[in-house]
């Protein structure tokens, strides 16, 4: 399975485009538009939220409800189509892509910053909550949420402790978007706080997975590793600048001994997923030699200060290469939130890619059906 998208922030729309999608999964539209709202109105974005209201349409791929295994495009209409009648930029915003994509494209900045915007992860979102649908059939769970905003890192003492299911009750009780509500005033201060210094604020996200098989992925090659793969798909999500699986900042410093899980087996779960094996305490997040072991995934992303800022930044102009300031973009104040819905729909994406090669399959009874094969094959 591939994904791509086409379309640019203020054109006519996100277009994402699915391609090697199983045939037979009945689709849930309200729940990927659903998604798409969750994306736009989270805490920190800015005026665009209150002009779109993005749903998805399917303009391919779907029989009477139903995915046919044809490519999949879902269309994201914009209403504010203002492309062409823009003003032009001639001050590159660091941070941005403005002056390189200039360069190498020999373009002015307006047609590099409309294709580089975050917009874009619309179609990416809308693609991801399909696949999300599909990965339910199969018993997995990805759920994203916001584990940092500025310099706060809020989460439950007994996070590790937590299911699917109790994750997504304390994050939809949460504005920003966390699974720690009681402290939403905390986090929504510090975002006010840098909004009226006309500045901006970053943060991290998290995104686990639950239920998934042992083996998704494979050592034989670089570029068959799931973790890998996760990281190329979570780092260009933008304004992401690191990636984390399980335990690693913080502690490079450990010995061995003190880092590395205890391999624990657990005769009651033998005929489960895991075949009874269990990591303790999951330091490696659930992926070992680029591949799925059977515990809940664990990924987290470094989201930067969002590079837009209403007091402006020292630049260049393009035309006359004085120093100057840059131009304000409407913009967000905090893309965390959002990102943390992102993050969970492309790790979704990347995990269906991995089983589908792994099982194959052209439909999902086919699929399901060789899922379900495996684990009593082994047994």
Not at 266 to 287: C, L
Request: hydrophobic fraction near 40%.
């Amino acid at each position: 399975m591939n994904y791509r998208t086409a379309g640019e922030s203020h054109g006519h729309g996100i277009l994402g485009l699915l391609e090697g999608f199983p045939a037979g999964l009945e689709v849930d539209v309200a729940a990927i538009d659903a998604e798409l709202r969750r994306r736009q109105v989270a805490c920190g974005r800015g005026d665009r939220k209150n002009i779109e209201f993005d749903k998805v349409e399917f303009l391919s791929g779907l029989y009477r409800g139903e995915t046919i295994g044809s490519p999949i495009a879902l269309w994201v209409k914009n209403k504010d189509f203002r492309i062409d009648s823009a003003p032009d930029l001639y001050t590159p915003r660091p941070g941005h892509a403005d002056l390189p994509g200039s360069i190498k494209y020999g373009l002015p900045i307006r047609p590099i910053l409309e294709r580089a915007s975050a917009r874009e992860t619309a179609g990416r979102v809308a693609a991801g909550a399909l696949t999300k649908q599909l990965l339910a059939k199969w018993g997995i769970e990805v759920v994203g949420f916001v584990r940092t905003i500025a310099y706060s890192d809020i989460v439950p003492k007994n996070l590790n402790e937590l299911g699917p299911a109790e994750l997504l009750d304390l994050r939809s009780k949460s504005k920003v978007l966390g699974v720690c509500p009681d402290e939403d005033s905390f986090l929504e201060t510090l975002i006010s706080v840098a909004e009226s210094h006309d500045d901006t604020v970053g943060g991290v996200v998290e995104v686990r997975a639950f239920g998934l098989p042992i083996g998704l992925g494979s050592h034989v090659q670089w570029d068959e590793r799931l973790d890998g793969k996760l990281a190329q798909a979570v780092m260009s999500i933008q304004a992401v600048k690191g990636i984390q699986i399980g335990e690693a900042f913080g502690n490079e410093c450990q010995t061995g001994a003190a880092y590395h899980d205890f391999i624990i087996y657990d005769p009651k779960q033998e005929q489960s997923r895991t075949r009874g094996f269990a990591r303790s305490p999951n330091n490696a997040g659930g992926i070992e030699g680029g591949m799925t072991n059977g515990q809940p995934l664990v990924l987290r992303a470094y989201v930067k200060p969002i590079p837009t800022l209403k007091m402006g930044f020292p630049t260049i102009d393009l035309r006359t290469k004085e120093p100057t300031m840059t131009v304000y973009e409407r913009s967000d104040i905090c893309a965390v939130p959002a990102t943390s819905v992102i993050a969970e729909n492309v790790v979704a994406l990347e995990l269906t890619k991995a089983i589908l090669i792994k099982y194959g399959g052209d439909s999902v009874e086919e699929i399901t059906g060789r899922i379900d094969c495996d684990t009593v094959q082994r047994h």
